[in-house]
């Protein structure tokens, strides 16, 4: 036993020494440090048919800040180290919406000889609610007018309902979702467009970001009268007849910048006489007119007509 405290004692004395001198400089307090750990948090184990409504999460997610103490390098591998506290809510909760749960440091696996000064916050209250699915209307948000000339005939949404999802107190009192503001007033033609939905908020998610919205645009349609305009007749080959009255007052209907273009050349009012024989007949005025122009009205409606005996008849049987 002797000759173990007294072999080689001076190298022992000088490891000893040099240990000590470790010690001190490490523990000395001109070396410690004291830092500031930003750790993230996870939540655990919330169950499928609920969803976290508190903590409400950053953008850059949860975190708690843990103040830790110790010898210099010792501190420098810990900020090296990745860490992150796990918190789980209960198994079953059942009724139960709200949890109080410690952060917990020996989560953290800090290296030997770091103290943990501070956990802020110590404890995470976690709250849930109910995730509920649900079918609303969608609104679109418009303003301006189009073009002169033209008017909104029609606009569909596609899809016109919107699959949302959220927490129970929200979806229950959402009615409709709204588009982002559509300016109709820079439409010259039918445009099928995309319009972004408005959010609802973080927690309630839509199973579309956008919808397609198609606007069609028509020309305005007006009225404009013709005082007096010439009556033909329309008749078979060979077939001869007079028509009374040979003019006639008549209002037309269309495309507004049509209408205020058209003069009494550019249409005609007419007698069939299809099918009609020989002799005097009442028969209704028609009109041809140009593309997307209606008659509206003509006084008088019907005119007189005497249809002669066709010509080619009568030749056929004088040659008999």
Known sequence: ???????????????LLLAISFEMYFLSPTNLAIETIKVPIDILNVPPSMMTM??????????????????LPIVRQALD????????????????????????ESQLGLPQGIQVVSIEPRDIEVKLERTMRKEVPVFLEQEGSPREGYFIEEVEILPSKVVVTGPESEIQRLDFIETELLHIGELKETRTLEVSLVPNGPRTTYETKNVRVRVTLSPKQSERSF?????????????AATVEPTRAKCTLTGADDVLKKLSERDFELFADL????????????????PTGVKLLAVNPARARVHVAEN?????????R
Do not use: C
Not at 1 to 15: C, D, P, V
Not at 54 to 71: K, M, W, Y
């Open 227 to 239: 005082d007096s305009v010439k009556v033909g007749i329309a008749a078979p080959s060979g077939v």
């Open 54 to 71: 508190a903590p409400v999460v950053p953008q850059d997610g949860l975190h708690a800040d843990v103040r830790i103490r110790g010898p």
């Open 1 to 15: 036993m002797k000759e173990f405290f007294t072999k080689n004692i001076r190298l022992k004395l000088a490891s």
């Open 311 to 319: 010509e080619k008849k009568t030749e056929q049987e004088n040659s």
């Open 81 to 104: 180290q990745p860490h992150r506290f796990l918190i789980r809510v209960p198994e079953n909760p059942g009724v139960e919406r709200s949890f109080l749960l410690p952060l917990s």
């Open 274 to 289: 299809d099918g009609l024989g020989q002799g005097t007949h009442e028969v209704a005025l028609k009109a041809k007119l």
